[in-house]
C-alpha cells in the first residue's frame, strides 16, 4: 500500500472514530424518568419509540440523565408488564447514598443496553422477571448491581 492510500485510510478511521464519539455523547440533558405504570412510558418520559409489545419495546434513548432535588433514582421503572428498552441513556446519579442509578422494580420484559452508569449505586433489580442487561458500564463506589426479591 503506498503512502497516500495510508494516510487516507488512517484519516478514514480516525473519522469514523471521532464521528462515532460524538453520536455517542450527543445525548441531551433531562432530569430523571420516572415511570410508575404502563401509562407513565410516555414521551415527556422520555419515550423515542414503541409500543410496549414484545416484538415493539417502548425505547428509551439517547438522554443524558440524572435526578433532580431528593429525587433517589435518575431512572425509576416500577409496576410495569409492558416491554421497554433503555439504550444509549448516559445516567449519573453520585449525591444520593440511598438511590441508584437505575431501579427497575416490580416489572416485567425489560432490557438495558449500550448505557454508563457512573452513580453511587448502579442498577437496582427488585422482583422482577425478563430484565436484561447488555454492553452496559457501571462505575460505582457502592453497589454495581443489586437483585433482590422472589421474582428477580
Known amino acids: 500500500m503506498n503512502v497516500l492510500k495510508k494516510r487516507a485510510l488512517t484519516l478514514s478511521i480516525l473519522l469514523v472514530a471521532v464521528l462515532?464519539?460524538?453520536?455517542v455523547s450527543a445525548g441531551e440533558s433531562r432530569g430523571p424518568i420516572v415511570i410508575l405504570g404502563d401509562s407513565g412510558f410516555t414521551e415527556a418520559?422520555?419515550?423515542?419509540?414503541?409500543?410496549?409489545?414484545?416484538?415493539?419495546?417502548?425505547?428509551?434513548?439517547?438522554?443524558?440523565?440524572?435526578p433532580v432535588g431528593d429525587e433517589p433514582y435518575a431512572v425509576?421503572?416500577?409496576?410495569?408488564?409492558a416491554y421497554f428498552m433503555l439504550r444509549a441513556l448516559d445516567v449519573s446519579n453520585e449525591n444520593n447514598l440511598d438511590?441508584?442509578?437505575?431501579?427497575?422494580?416490580?416489572?416485567?420484559?425489560?432490557r438495558i443496553e449500550a448505557c454508563t452508569i457512573t452513580a453511587t449505586n448502579g442498577v437496582q433489580?427488585?422482583?422482577s422477571t425478563g430484565i436484561?442487561?447488555?454492553e452496559?458500564?457501571?462505575y460505582t463506589n457502592g453497589i454495581g448491581l443489586r437483585v433482590?426479591?422472589?421474582?428477580?
Open 136 to 138: 452496559t458500564f457501571i
Open 99 to 110: 438511590g441508584a442509578g437505575i431501579r427497575i422494580a416490580f416489572s416485567q420484559g425489560g
Open 125 to 127: 433489580i427488585i422482583s
Open 20 to 23: 462515532g464519539l460524538s453520536l
Open 45 to 66: 418520559n422520555g419515550v423515542v419509540s414503541g409500543s410496549g409489545s414484545e416484538d415493539d419495546p417502548y425505547v428509551i434513548s439517547g438522554w443524558e440523565v440524572a
Open 76 to 81: 425509576h421503572i416500577e409496576n410495569t408488564s
Open 148 to 152: 433482590l426479591g422472589d421474582k428477580a
Open 132 to 134: 436484561e442487561m447488555a
